[in-house]
């Protein structure tokens, strides 16, 4: 299943509220899962399931979606969100993620 | 706490084999599986596969024929085996936990390069 994610990269300016687009190939039900990944670091999950929040990870992240079309929100973009943002589902074999999304400062 | 860290060589020649070692605290490899992502120089992620708490595998078709995932549960180590290197294996290998769903730990990650 291939994720094909957009835009490659967003400019914005902190503050801003943003979405992120997470498109399926052939429909994976929920089972999509968005990390966080900053430069020289290991990817952080945010959310699992589309939609499900996880421990420890600000309100602010949000995810919807289901079947083919899944969007990571953002409300209010903090300094520390800079960073690239990757989807990955976990419906069928091979694991597949996402080529990735950079949010970078406007 | 849940802690797993990968061990092994920073360079290999081409067309050798990779040992990596995968060394878990925190939870027992007889409850959870273990997967290897790698991640190319600036670019994206690549699921490799899983070795799952049973003991049972599963490879990225793309590497089935090269890859090789085992554990030691009594050591908590994972081990992967990757032959016939290239250039275009150079990258960042992570071992990670997941949780059901996603890869809700993962290692810090070691760089492995190919070249002679």
């Known amino acids: 299943i291939m994720l094909t994610q957009s835009p490659a990269t967003l400019s914005v300016t902190p503050g801003e509220s943003i979405s992120l687009s997470c498109r399926a190939s052939?429909?994976?039900?929920?089972?999509l899962h968005w990390y966080q990944q900053k430069p020289n670091e290991s990817p952080r999950v945010l959310i699992k399931?589309?939609?499900q929040s996880i421990s420890g990870i600000p309100s602010r992240f949000s995810g919807s979606g289901s079947g083919t079309d899944f969007t990571l929100n953002i409300n209010r973009v903090e300094p520390e969100d800079f960073s690239v943002y990757y989807c990955?589902?976990?419906?069928?074999?091979?694991?597949?993620f996402g080529s990735g999304t950079k949010l970078e400062i406007k | 706490q849940v802690q797993l860290k990968e061990s092994g060589p920073g360079l290999v020649q081409p067309s050798q084999t990779l040992s990596l070692t995968c060394t878990v605290a925190?939870?027992?490899?007889?409850?959870?599986?273990v997967h290897w992502v790698r991640q190319p120089p600036g670019k994206g992620l690549e699921w490799m596969g899983v070795i799952w708490n049973t003991g049972g595998t599963r490879y990225n078709s793309a590497l089935k024929s090269r890859l090789s995932i085992s554990k030691d549960t009594s050591k908590s180590q994972v081990f992967l085996k990757m032959n016939s290197l290239q250039t275009e294996d150079t990258a960042t290998y992570y071992c990670?936990?997941?949780?059901?769903?996603?890869?809700?730990?993962w290692g810090q990650g070691t760089l492995v390069t190919v070249s002679s």
């Open positions: 990955q589902q976990s419906n069928s074999w091979p694991l597949t």
């Open positions: 925190g939870f027992s490899l007889t409850s959870y599986n």
């Open positions: 990670a936990r997941d949780r059901g769903g996603p890869f809700a730990y």
């Open positions: 052939q429909s994976i039900s929920t089972n």
């Open positions: 399931y589309a939609s």
